[in-house]
């Protein structure tokens, strides 16, 4: 795929609020948001690269995990190496064997399923888990697991079956995730089964501007597509700053920023 400048952009909106939301500023309390944001473009991104590759005949699913090694590993190795010697000199033994607990589930890529059972996202003690980011790690490997293989089959059954599959997956998401977060709010929000649907949110924008170029069509004009990315955008900002920790998350309205992402990134990605 060719560099996209505006997709880095929409790594920075969905990082800089994350940040601010654990470094405890009250304006940002619905910071958390930006991992969705992630998702989006994570979906997206994948998406485009199986779709460019299956239909080049290049596509390999050895090929497909060891890329993705290499561009997760060495980052993921370092801040580990990096956390390793200030938790050995400042934890306590309980809390260092906490942390050697998610330190392997982190290797294995699970630590979703380890900080799901361990403690909640927004427990004071959550500050105390220096690898907790990592869950959102552990959910999109989990979901590449099957994705690529889900794609293949419909594909080489008809490839006009891959919308609807998606559709009918992202709304089971959705639907489970708003059903579980009114019975254990904890543990849906770092299930991958409640955020399948916002990877394939991404992916509905790859499979849409796949089949826009094909046509070798353009839909809407720019004024339109600029107010709509104007929309997506404050679609994405505004949770940052109304939602909190009582709102049941994941659920639905984890659609708002997540759409506000299909917009905005539709939107920019036809203008440019």
């Known amino acids: 795929m060719l560099y996209?400048?505006?997709?880095?952009?929409?790594?920075?909106?969905?990082?800089?609020?994350?940040?601010?939301?654990?470094?405890?500023?009250?304006?940002?309390?619905?910071?958390?948001?930006?991992?969705?944001v992630f998702f989006v473009i994570s979906g997206y991104l994948i998406t485009s690269i199986i779709f460019s590759e299956i239909k080049t005949g290049q596509?390999?699913?050895?090929?497909?995990?060891?890329?993705?090694?290499?561009?997760?590993?060495p980052a993921l190795f370092f801040v580990i190496l990096v956390c390793l010697p200030f938790a050995w000199l400042w934890m306590l033994p309980n809390t260092l064997l906490d942390f050697s607990k998610s330190l392997i589930s982190v290797m294995l890529y699970v630590s979703n399923l380890y900080f799901r059972n361990d403690t909640g996202y927004f427990a004071n003690v959550a500050e105390e888990k220096p690898l907790l980011h990592t869950w959102s790690l552990s959910v999109e490997e989990?979901?590449?697991?099957?994705?690529?293989?889900?794609?293949?089959f419909f594909w080489?059954?008809?490839?006009?079956?891959?919308?609807?599959v998606f559709i009918l997956i992202a709304m089971t998401s959705f639907i489970f995730a708003e059903l579980q977060s009114a019975v254990d709010p904890q543990k849906i929000f770092f299930d991958t089964r409640g955020r399948a649907g916002e990877l394939l949110i991404g992916s509905f924008i790859a499979i849409y501007l796949n089949s826009q170029k094909e046509a070798k069509h353009i839909p809407f004009s720019s004024g339109i597509n600029q107010a709509g990315s104007a929309i997506g955008f404050a679609l994405i900002v505004l949770p940052v700053f109304l939602f909190n920790k009582t709102i049941p998350y994941p659920g639905f309205y984890t659609l708002i920023p997540t759409l506000g992402v299909c917009r905005t990134g539709f939107s920019i990605m036809i203008l440019i």
């Open 156 to 164: 080489r059954i008809d490839k006009k079956w891959l919308p609807s």
């Open 142 to 152: 989990q979901y590449y697991l099957f994705f690529p293989l889900l794609t293949i």
């Open 4 to 36: 996209r400048k505006e997709i880095d952009g929409l790594r920075a909106i969905a990082v800089l609020p994350v940040i601010f939301f654990h470094a405890g500023f009250d304006w940002f309390s619905g910071g958390y948001v930006g991992v969705d």
């Open 59 to 73: 596509f390999s699913i050895i090929a497909f995990y060891e890329r993705r090694c290499r561009r997760i590993l």
